[in-house]
């Protein structure tokens, strides 16, 4: 592994467990999901994310990117969307827990408006769980997701 | 397959190859690639690609993201780079042939400043041919790589 990577190593590992969404303007909903974090030597984690319906195992959503640490403590998350969304993110690692926010949000324009995000991650153990909040579809930045997911 | 996949279904699968780059900053590289795109059943493609050291094999650059047929011949591209950076493309689909331009590209504040690309993509059978020209780093839009892949 670069050594570089060592503080965010508590994330390698693919992850798998359930979630809940809900969003002013949709139905409360639930998923299944399984996100991988690797790495290939480089300075960076490939991050791999998508989720199932619970009952169907349709998939649902999806999402993939880098996630690249930035000194001891700074982190950018880079990610695109197959909704017609990429994302850029800045934050922060303190031990097994990370605070991002996007500082860019680019929709084509084909997909629903997407502002901002915010992504609170912690890991203990084997046990990793976020919430993520958005701005979208001329809402203000509200609470949409939460999962608590396990390492295989 | 999603029916909306129907002009893009030529691409699906995994290619190898070897592609050449050049740039007026840099000296001109050689590298082997591996690029899949598969679907879920969904309206999109999902893109993963990798290249290697021809030599060496180590990891050199990748890349992931989703591609989005709009109508019959329009296409949307969303990727994203361990670099730090982001991009959305827009273009066409003429038969097998394929055009696109960045509409927006996004750099963290740490990443080499990236301004814009375009990509053209021929397939004839299994075997796919790309060029990427690419402004960047205070150049013009400049071609940057081209690579032939074979559908394993």
Same mark, same amino acid.
């Given at each position: 592994?670069?050594?570089?990577?060592?503080? /965010?190593?508590? =994330? %390698?590992?693919?992850?798998? @467990?359930?979630? &809940?969404?809900?969003?002013? *303007?949709? +139905?409360?909903?639930?998923?299944?999901?399984?996100?991988?974090?690797?790495?290939?030597?480089?300075?960076?984690?490939?991050?791999?994310?998508?989720?199932?319906?619970?009952?169907?195992?349709?998939?649902?959503?999806?999402?993939?990117?880098?996630?690249?640490?930035?000194?001891?403590?700074? /982190?950018?998350? =880079? %990610?695109?969307?197959?909704? @017609?969304?990429? &994302?850029?993110?800045?934050? *922060?690692? +303190?031990?097994?827990?990370?605070?991002?926010?996007?500082?860019?949000?680019?929709?084509?324009?084909?997909?629903?408006?997407?502002?901002?995000?915010?992504?609170?991650?912690?890991?203990?153990?084997?046990?990793?769980?976020?919430?993520?909040?958005?701005?979208?579809?001329?809402?203000?930045?509200?609470?949409? =997701?939460?999962?608590?997911?396990?390492?295989?």
């Amino acid at each position: 592994m670069h050594p570089d990577l060592v503080p /965010l190593a508590f =994330l %390698l590992g693919t992850w798998e @467990g359930r979630g &809940e969404g809900g969003y002013p *303007t949709i +139905e409360p909903f639930s998923y299944l999901e399984v996100v991988t974090f690797s790495h290939v030597g480089k300075p960076f984690l490939a991050y791999q994310q998508r989720t199932r319906h619970p009952q169907t195992e349709v998939p649902m959503h999806a999402e993939t990117g880098y996630w690249r640490p930035v000194g001891e403590r700074g /982190l950018e998350v =880079l %990610l695109a969307h197959p909704t @017609g969304v990429v &994302e850029v993110y800045e934050g *922060t690692v +303190e031990r097994t827990r990370i605070e991002i926010r996007t500082t860019s949000v680019t929709c084509t324009r084909t997909a629903k408006d997407v502002r901002a995000l915010t992504r609170s991650i912690e890991v203990e153990g084997d046990t990793l769980r976020y919430d993520l909040a958005m701005a979208a579809v001329g809402q203000p930045l509200t609470h949409h =997701l939460h999962a608590e997911l396990h390492r295989r």
